[in-house]
């Protein structure tokens, strides 16, 4: 949604882009996001001892499509511009450090038949993407990987151990040691959950170097979201039996979050990161759901989230009955609006399958 033009809209009183995107979300969303997150990693760290390697095992990592959707194997083009991408591209644009998305634009284009004309054109329209940044005189080993986690600058270096250990170790042993590492996993889920929908894109397609991407994207991400990725708390037997939307619905009534972040806040999730008492209360909802440590309890935890992310990218994009019977727009004309951020955890409910 890069180059979109924004206006303020009186009546949701979300900054709206011209391709109808809200790029800003109210500060009740920011906390379900913030929720999800931390449902997320607990999901993630449970599988990571025994429901994850089974699934895992179970597929023919890049050697064929690992969906029902079955994606097509990448074409001679499609694998030449991921090529391109890779050698000449950072993860990062822009002074506000904005991710890298032709991975996941051009495989989705791909996947969904667009002609080779298409694919090429979307090289061209993405020319705004940063060069790769010039690799640091350390480098990065066994012994010293996690040294410099958040540090944007080591993405090269990042880019080209990772490269080697899929090379050396395979996808599946790569994935699960590094991407589960309590120390990474905060990082993980952080920025929008892109590390996460990268290495997921490189998975579904079969393309190693955009699994090492996505892996040094989350090793470059500071770990924004550990104050909700608690793995010891998320390892204990859960609290509760609530179903997710039942603590959604706790969550949004609960008196503790009243001030923790307000809609005029720029950075919402900092606001909600930094306030201890929302914090430590998010881990115990996220204790309150149970999740059956079988391959038919992670199938029914992944049906859950999926469901749960439907119904808010859906049920967000209207406005409620207090504007729509406000006599203040009486005339106005409205249409829905889909949430920016709420649409990436739409985007990971695919890539985290």
Known sequence: MIGCKSQADDASRNLVTNCGVRLEIT????????AIHS????????????????????????????????????TPLVTKLLTKNDQEHDIYFGKNHFHNHFPHTLLSQFAIGAPESRLKKEWVIEDYLS????????????SNWKEFIGRNNYYHNYLDYFKDKLKKDGVKETVLKYML?????????SGAVHPLIHVGFGIEFGVDMVVAEGISEACVHSPAFAPVVDIPLYSKPSTDSKSLLEIVDEIYHDKT????????DSAKSTF???DRKATEA????????PIEDSSEGYVKAYRELFELVTHFVASSAFPPPEIINNPKFKNHKFHPLLDFFLMYLSSLAFETH
Do not use: C, H
Request: glycine share 2%; aromatic share 4%; charged share 25%.
């Open 27 to 34: 500060a009740e969303s920011q906390l379900i996001i913030a």
């Open 39 to 74: 449902i997320l990693s607990k999901t993630l760290r449970k599988m990571s001892v025994k429901a994850a390697t089974t699934r895992l095992s179970s597929m023919t990592l890049n050697t064929g499509p690992l969906s029902p959707l079955k994606p097509p194997a990448p």
């Open 131 to 142: 060069p790769i940044s010039k690799k640091q005189d350390i480098e990065i080993t066994d």
């Open 181 to 189: 590492d309590e120390t990474l996993l905060p990082s993980v889920v």
């Open 257 to 264: 979050f009243d001030d923790s972040v307000k809609f005029s």
């Open 272 to 274: 909600v990161l930094n």
């Open 282 to 289: 998010i881990k115990q909802y996220v204790m309150k759901w």
